[in-house]
Every structure is written in structure tokens, then in C-alpha cells.
């Protein structure tokens, strides 16, 4: 069965950094393209950032240059780096992989930029 389970969310002010954790288990996230979306209240949900089983990433243009996507094959986790926050990236953000014909999210984590 496949899990996601994200940490790292919190308060920060504004310029400040958060590195978000996504820890998996059910598949090898080496093996899988892996998304993080983020959920504002009112708001859409939205791509954030991806990064495929090769390793390549991107990113949406709200973020591009200030987030990173990476993982972690041997702890199974993926990562969102998170720099200069901005009180509009305030939002809940998840995990999300695409496996056997369906998409998988986590719970989520809170993440509350503060000016």
C-alpha cells in the first residue's frame, strides 16, 4: 500500500527558508516521477515542483528560482527546499505520486509565511 508522509511545514517569516520532507513507502521513489502541489484557502490546487525518475525537475513559474526538488534514494524521501518564502506561498503542500493508474497524496503539511 502506498503512503506519503510529509514534515518540514511550519511558520516562518517572510525571506526565511523550510526544507519539506516526503517520506514514502509502498514505492521506490527513484522509480517514480514525484510532485509537490500546495492548496491555498480559496485557492486551486497547484504545481509547485516535480522531479522525474531521471532526475530531471521543474517547477511552476511562481517558485521557479527560489524551491528545489530532490530526493533521497536510499532514505525513499523526497525534498522541497524552500527559500526567500514569500506570505503568498503560504498554503498547505503535498506529496503526490501517480502508481498503478491512480494519484496518491499525502496529508499534507502546513506551511504559514508570516510578514
Known amino acids: 500500500q502506498v503512503q506519503l508522509v510529509e514534515s518540514g511545514g511550519g511558520l516562518v517569516q517572510a525571506g526565511g527558508t523550510l526544507r519539506l520532507s516526503c517520506a514514502a513507502s509502498g514505492i521506490t521513489v527513484s522509480t517514480k516521477s514525484m510532485g509537490w502541489y500546495r492548496q491555498a484557502p480559496g485557492k486551486q490546487r497547484e504545481l509547485v515542483a516535480g522531479?522525474?525518475?531521471?532526475?530531471?525537475?521543474y517547477y511552476g513559474d511562481s517558485v521557479k528560482g527560489r524551491f528545489a526538488i530532490s530526493r533521497d534514494n536510499t532514505k525513499n524521501t523526497v525534498y522541497l527546499q524552500m527559500n526567500s518564502l514569500k506570505v503568498e506561498d503560504t498554503a498547505v503542500y503535498l506529496c503526490?505520486?501517480?502508481?498503478?493508474?491512480?494519484?496518491?497524496w499525502g496529508q499534507g503539511t502546513q506551511v504559514t509565511v508570516s510578514s
Open positions: 503526490n505520486v501517480y502508481h498503478g493508474y491512480r494519484d496518491y
Open positions: 522531479i522525474l525518475s531521471s532526475g530531471s525537475s
